[in-house]
């Protein structure tokens, strides 16, 4: 069934003052493209009124398992959120001026969108790429292109997260060879890689391998980067996606807590120990729009998570027990009807993200209904998040909303649902058979069906889609990636495979090859296949004739 709604743009396409006595202040002088950056101001001791502000209110006080209030005490007290807004797209150049922009404008955090070719393991000159070069994310192929997209960049100051998934050891080989160039030590690096592949068989589908070779890869990961770059988050679980293609709140809780119990189980069986793992692993979920529900789902889904590390993995270490998540607010409810809507929407999808305690945080642009975001829009959504923690004093006490009849009762609720339905997955034969089975599948399909049909009949309003709608007026200026970037990027592609040591790069190959067949670790061979020049095409290609391509049944 075709969606009335428009799809979000990355995911796969695609006044004067309202009050007088406010007035400007003037900018202090600041070097050109330097951020205004204020530190966290002092959380003030009352408000405005003079009622006291508290660190925060009933027991148990945050930070105490199972966290259910938040990973720590202070929560925002001392620090924000890190503010990350995705963005990726054509070049290495043009998006390497975009991370450069959003630091400039006050982001604490890169996040970085690849395109299709890139997640799907193609070279850009490959003819399967064609025409999707660039489009939504950023074309990387070979060392080189990681160079300039990185190019200025603070690598052991900036965290740097990249949602890739099935080629994340090639992408993540890459940014390693890039910071031993730099003579960046890789125990200074801090980032994400999402590296989750269970979720892309259900849900996103930009899987290249079968399930139990790519589960095999994301291992390899943990286990390398235990030893190498003990700072990376090896992992980035994600409910996001899940929720995006149409799963309920218990569902996002649930099906991504089974997939962290299938990676856990597959890193104990490499021989890995839980609390040498486990603080590194991080998690993401969607900031969707029924406001208390969201905050409830992540108080139960960090409480949970808690649970299942103690009492089912016996971790000992507390920061095993701490589910840190990062959110980003939901692109399936953004609309190409009234785009300047989603700006409210985001907003309190933001909210409700802050409220349950998230570590990280992306809004979405207003225009992503229609292509990706502009600089204008993309500014807008980061300051969307500014405003919120500079402005609303929402960040100055610790689970606000803890001890709301309301709020307890549903996270209660969403916990249980999640538990029982977890246990039902266990039943089967955990995470991986699940998907085998086609069993989270059917399920994530059946609650979209059901909310489309929501949507459909009228049950479930949509602001400008299903109620208030209006004439379009003119739609806001646009990006578009010109085709000529593809071009570019192929004769980049040609330009570097002709200066390299072809036969340097061959007998890199050749040992990832022997390294695949014989079950070794291919961390330390990915990167030497980079390093040697060979490109992300070459390697994946070179995997395939070892693991072979993934084939969903039916």
Known sequence: MASILAPVGWHFRAAKAACARIVAVPAKPKEPGAAEKPARPEVPGETSSGIPVLPYYGDPPPGQYPFTRGISEEMYRRRYWTMRQYAGFGSARESNRRYRYLLSQGQTGLSVAFDLPTQMGYDSDDPVARGEVGKVGVAIATLDDMRVLTDGLPLSEVSISMTINSTAAILLAMLLAVARERGVAWDQLSGTIQNDLLKEYAARGTYIFPPRASL?????????????????????????????????????????????????????????????????????????????????????????????????????????????????????????????????????????????????LHTNSFDEALALPT??????????????????????????????????????????????????????????????????????????????????????????????????????????????????????????????????????????????????????????????????GEIVSGLKTVYGEHRPSG
Request: charged content about 25%; hydrophobic content about 45%; proline content about 2%.
């Open 216 to 360: 095999k890869l994301t291992t390899d990961i943990f286990e390398f980067c235990g030893r190498q770059a003990p700072r990376w988050n090896t992992i980035s679980i994600s409910g996001y996606h899940i929720r995006e293609a149409g799963a309920t709140a218990v569902q996002e809780v649930a099906f991504t807590l089974a997939n962290a119990i299938a990676y856990v189980e597959a890193a104990l069986a490499r021989g890995l120990a839980i609390d040498d793992f486990a603080p590194r692993l991080s998690f993401f979920f969607n900031a969707h729009s029924n406001f208390f529900e969201e905050i409830a789902k992540f108080r139960a889904a960090r409480s949970l998570w808690a649970e299942i590390a103690r009492e089912r993995f016996g971790a000992k270490d507390p920061r095993s027990w701490r589910l840190r998540f990062h959110a980003q607010t939901a692109g399936s409810t953004l609309t190409a009807q009234q785009a300047d809507v989603n700006v409210v929407r985001v907003a309190y999808q933001a909210l409700a993200a802050i409220l349950g305690g998230a570590q990280s």
């Open 375 to 536: 600089e204008r829009s993309a500014r807008l959504a980061l300051r969307t998040q500014q405003v919120l923690a500079l402005e609303t004093g929402v960040a100055d006490v610790a689970d606000p909303l803890g001890g709301s009849a309301m709020v307890e009762a549903w996270t209660d609720e969403i916990r249980a649902r999640a538990r029982a339905l977890i246990a039902k997955i266990d039943g089967l034969g955990g995470a991986v058979a699940a998907i085998e089975s086609g069993f989270l599948a059917r399920e994530i399909e059946d609650a979209a069906f059901a909310a489309q049909k929501e949507i459909e009949d009228g049950r479930r309003i949509v602001v400008g889609v299903n109620a208030y709608r209006e004439d379009e007026g003119e739609r806001p200026a646009l990006l578009s990636v010109d085709p000529s970037i593809e071009r570019e990027q192929v004769g980049r592609l040609a330009a570097f495979r002709a200066a390299r040591d072809a036969t340097k790069a061959r007998g890199a190959l050749a040992r990832l090859g022997r390294d695949a067949s014989e079950d070794r670790n291919l961390m330390p061979a990915i990167v030497e296949a980079v390093e040697s020049g060979a490109t992300l």
